[in-house]
């Protein structure tokens, strides 16, 4: 699986939209991109996903640039409960592959 | 989205015992399953993968005699960890991926303490 770098912690206000970046440089075409987030002492919680198109659901928008070397997860409205590790991971497509962690952005969401 | 769901959520065991956690998929059958460690203030380490019906497939570094892993149905997984030290002591995890292409769901993590 290709690596991902992230910045360690960012700061979002409540109420305003959170952007965290993940930069995947060697990613390759047949690799997705995913985004879970892990609050304190609980598991991992899917949020996104996505190949080459930009994705939108309940939870978050990801936006992947064309040359797929990098994508933003974005919280439109940040809340307080948003306040977790943010883990961008890319896996291969057409196996039920493994989810390699890096080290995640730690998002602090204040009030 | 699909649960899973993990067993005990929190255990507490002598030093030279052996502890059992249990990973269950609960709406839907996992063709694998894949437990992590995680440290405090440290990332999740992936330990091994399990299809149903085989064998796991260890992580380099992970001693596959002292976390013994068995995936006997598409609902359930389970890690024991055998003679468990001070160590051992950490934040287990299991995941759960339907088939191909799809997310991986997590479970709610077990706190393992060993005294």
């Known amino acids: 699986d290709a690596k991902t770098t992230q910045p360690p912690s960012m700061d979002c206000a409540e109420g305003r939209a959170a952007n965290l970046p993940c930069n995947h440089s060697?990613?390759?075409?047949?690799?997705?991109v995913y985004w879970y987030r892990q609050i304190h002492s609980q598991g991992p919680q899917y949020i996104i996903h996505?190949?080459?198109n930009n994705e939108t659901n309940e939870m978050a928008s990801l936006i992947i640039t064309e040359d797929r070397k990098s994508s933003t997860l974005i919280l439109p409205h940040a809340t307080l409960r948003d306040t977790a590790v943010y883990y961008c991971?890319?896996?291969?497509?057409?196996?039920?592959?493994?989810?390699?962690f890096g080290t995640g952005t730690r998002l602090q969401v204040t009030l | 989205g699909a649960v899973v769901s993990q067993h005990p959520s929190w255990v507490i065991c002598k030093s030279g015992t052996s502890v059992k956690i249990e990973c269950r998929s609960l709406?839907?059958?996992?063709?694998?399953m894949f437990w992590y460690r995680q440290f405090p203030k440290q990332s999740l380490m992936l330990m091994a993968t399990?299809?149903?019906?085989?064998?796991?497939?260890?992580e380099q570094g992970v001693e596959k005699d002292k976390f013994l892993i068995n995936h006997a149905s598409l609902t359930l997984s389970t890690l024991t960890v055998t003679s468990a030290h001070p160590e051992d002591s950490s934040f287990y995890i299991c995941?759960?991926?339907?088939?191909?292409?799809?997310?991986?769901?997590f479970g709610q993590g077990t706190r393992l303490t060993v005294v």
């Open positions: 709406d839907f059958q996992a063709t694998t």
């Open positions: 996505g190949l080459k």
């Open positions: 991971i890319v896996r291969v497509t057409g196996t039920a592959s493994k989810l390699t």
């Open positions: 399990s299809n149903e019906g085989s064998k796991a497939t260890y």
């Open positions: 060697t990613i390759s075409g047949n690799e997705y």
């Open positions: 995941s759960a991926v339907q088939g191909f292409d799809t997310e991986a769901f």
